[in-house]
């Protein structure tokens, strides 16, 4: 499943595409439900713990409206309707039925957020309904329910796509199929005990977050519910940071030991996977097959396992146990989440290649499909060749770009300055016609931001030549900005912009966003969120800048 309504996040952001118009249409409906487009784009932060600063929550828009009824069919082939659990609180989350992105944060978020109640679990109902189009038999959302642990967790309704869509748009969630992919929002609300529509989220891809966003429904429940009950969980909400691959990180090795990731004296191959993902794939079959790569000579590949949304503990030994033959490779826990978040996974199984502490490749199966070994084995090579150096500092990087076309070079002469306002920036992109334009969006007070500068100062020096890179410093102070750019210097200006503004050219989330637009000044892609490493960053530049 593609996230719709935050594109790939990787705060957030998730697989690698958005739909843009698709999106607008998603915002259309959710006006339906009392959510306007600046309370999709900015909902309102509530809660102390650092919830108004963690790019990875949505602390959730509040609503008050009757919830649509509907009677759909469970995973046990019976009848279920909303108006039957009057008098409890219910989780509702539409979710995909062969997803293997967001939607087992989101189910796992649920059921942790049932536990974190304790007996006043009781008193509160998870139900799903399937957002996928195409997978809408009983047997696919038991399916779902079945990997992840949930057959006596939820009820997870279906029925013939019509009668979904019109459920669907009753509660303003847009599911379309778009290049052979499932777009949905993923969208999750809770309803009081007298069937009103209370509080809307929209789950982030972040792994590390999970029981935080469990934290989130568990207090919202507790809310609604008579007595307000307790919560058996004291989470902070502040932002919980990922392991980079520039970091060293030791994480527990399946059948016991550690597995030490991060930077070493030569590339390494991840491939991240839960065991929920043979639902839609032979997963057993490929890790099996895995072996004869392992052997090749080739960079050293690492499974890991991302335990945060597991259905148990014991799910990752059963199935290594079920394996006819044990895997020639280690298969490392990631039960916080963090490596999978810092290495950029957006889905699963996912592909990341590792040098010198960034991501240099990574390639989504459930999206393409597994690759033969001696395909795996080009495209890794094909990656290695063509690592980037960084170029020292900024006085680097503008020799690098020397003998830039002229339109270029004439950005380069600007690098690191703050230009103009929104109008300034829309001007420029006019004049840059004929050139492809990478647009990254950020403000001085944006930690994210300040996270990411790196990476596209790297990327401008290497792709500068034939690519426009602009800064469109939103919503700040010239002062600070000023003083942000100073810090962080790259190869290119940056135009003071509104929020607004940048609206215009697509749906924008927070910060950062970065905005891809043709060589004919057409918007082609909104990534949302903060990139987390160079590889994935770098990926993008050449699927839309030089396509």
């Not at 952001?13 to 959510?35: D, E, K, Q, T």
């Not at 016991?256 to 032979?282: M, Q």
């Not at 989440?337 to 991501?359: I, K, T």
């Not at 492809?436 to 300040?450: D, K, L, M, R």
């Amino acid at each position: 499943m593609k996230l719709l309504a935050h594109k790939r996040l990787e705060r957030v952001a998730h697989r690698p595409s958005i739909v843009i118009g698709l999106l607008a249409f998603a915002v259309v409906l959710l006006v339906g439900v009392g959510v306007g487009l600046s309370a999709l784009v900015r909902s309102s932060h509530g809660g102390g713990g650092g919830l108004a600063h963690n790019s990875s929550l949505d602390p959730g828009t509040a609503l008050h409206r009757p919830a649509p009824n509907f009677t759909l069919t469970d995973q046990f082939g019976r009848r279920v309707s909303l108006s039957s659990y009057r008098g409890k609180v219910v989780l509702l989350a539409f979710a995909d039925s062969r997803c293997t992105t967001v939607c087992p944060l989101t189910t796992t978020a649920m059921v942790q957020a049932k536990r974190m109640l304790g007996p006043a679990a009781a008193r509160v109902v998870l139900l799903g309904i399937d957002a996928n189009p195409v997978a809408t038999k009983v047997a696919d959302v038991r399916a779902y329910s079945l990997a992840h642990g949930m057959m006596a967790q939820w009820r997870f309704l279906t029925a013939p796509a019509p009668e979904l869509r019109r459920v669907w748009k009753a509660y303003g969630i847009a599911s379309e199929v778009q290049h052979g992919q499932i777009d949905h929002t993923p969208g999750l609300f809770a309803i009081d005990a007298h069937g009103f529509l209370r509080r809307v989220y929209l789950t982030q891809m972040s792994y590390a977050s999970v029981s935080q966003s469990a934290q989130l429904l568990a207090r919202e429940a507790s809310r609604l519910l008579p007595g307000h009950p307790r919560v058996n969980s004291h989470l902070s909400y502040g932002q919980i940071p990922a392991i980079q691959p520039s970091a060293r990180a030791a994480l527990p090795r399946a059948g016991g030991g550690k597995v030490t990731l991060g930077p070493g004296t030569s590339p390494r191959l991840y491939l991240f996977f839960a065991t929920w993902d043979s639902e839609v794939t032979d997963l057993a079959k490929q890790l099996e097959a895995l072996n004869t790569y392992d052997r090749a000579g080739h960079p050293s590949l690492t499974a890991v396992d991302e335990a945060s949304v597991e259905p148990s503990a014991g799910a990752l030994p059963r199935f290594l146990h079920s394996l006819p033959r044990s895997l020639a490779y280690p298969v490392a826990i990631d039960r916080s989440g963090r490596v999978a978040d810092g290495y950029g996974v957006q889905d699963e199984p996912w592909f990341a290649l590792v040098s010198g502490g960034r991501v240099l490749w990574y390639y989504d199966v459930s999206t393409s499909g597994w690759l033969s070994r001696s395909a795996l084995a080009s495209k890794v090579r094909a990656a290695l060749s063509r690592a980037p150096s960084s170029p020292a500092g900024l006085s680097g990087a503008l020799k690098q770009l020397q003998g830039s076309p002229a339109p270029l070079a004439a950005l380069h002469r600007q690098a690191g300055q703050l230009l103009g306002s929104s109008s300034s920036l829309t001007a420029g992109i006019r004049q840059l016609r004929g050139y492809p334009i990478v647009i990254n969006a950020w403000a001085s007070w944006c930690t994210p931001c300040q996270r990411e500068f790196g990476l596209f100062a790297s990327a401008a020096a290497r792709y500068g030549r034939s690519v426009a890179f602009l800064g469109a410093d939103t919503d700040d102070q010239a002062g600070a900005a000023q003083a942000f750019l100073n810090k962080h210097p790259v190869s290119y200006p940056s135009y003071q912009a509104t929020f607004s503004a940048l609206a215009s050219m697509g749906v924008m989330q927070d910060l950062p966003d970065t905005i891809f637009v043709s060589a004919t000044g057409k918007v082609l892609y909104v990534h949302i969120g903060q990139y987390v490493s160079q590889g994935t960053l770098d990926q993008d530049i050449e699927n839309y800048a030089l396509r």
